[in-house]
Nanobody, 124 residues
Framework: QVQLVESGGGLVQAGDSLRISCAAS????????MAWFRQAPGKEREYVAA????????IYADSVKGRFTISRDNAKQTVYLQMNSLKPEDTAVYYC?????????????????WGQGTQVTVSS
């Protein structure tokens, strides 16, 4: 079992930056690819970014490429999402997810564990 707890969400203005975190506990964190997904009201959950379990390879959705950066600190068992140049359309609940020995799939079905989410609201 892996427990994931997101934090750091909040209300910001368009153009601002925000960093959200996801702390993991349980099994060996370094063996898991980690990803961020988001879900806006009335919409399906969508892939945002992921980082592989080995090599630190990162993948981004086109909508956030160049603005968001995913990173991980295996010693702290934490994954981060640095979000810059935020837009109102980035408003959503952001979820982190873990995939055992994964490479950063965009498919929700690949991920075994999910956090409870953290709300990010970007005002115009």
């Amino acid at each position: 079992q892996v427990q994931l707890v997101e934090s750091g969400g909040g209300l910001v203005q368009a153009g601002d930056s925000l960093r959200i975190s996801c702390a993991a506990s349980g099994r060996t964190f370094s063996n898991y690819a980690m990803a961020w997904f988001r879900q806006a009201p009335g919409k399906e959950r969508e892939y945002v970014a992921a980082i592989s379990w080995i090599g630190g390879n990162t993948i981004y959705a086109d909508s956030v490429k160049g603005r968001f950066t995913i990173s991980r600190d295996n010693a702290k068992q934490t994954v981060y999402l640095q979000m810059n140049s935020l837009k109102p359309e980035d408003t959503a609940v952001y979820y982190c997810a873990a995939d055992y020995y994964g490479l950063g799939s965009e498919s929700l079905d690949r991920y075994d564990y999910w956090g409870q989410g953290t709300q990010v609201t970007v005002s115009s």
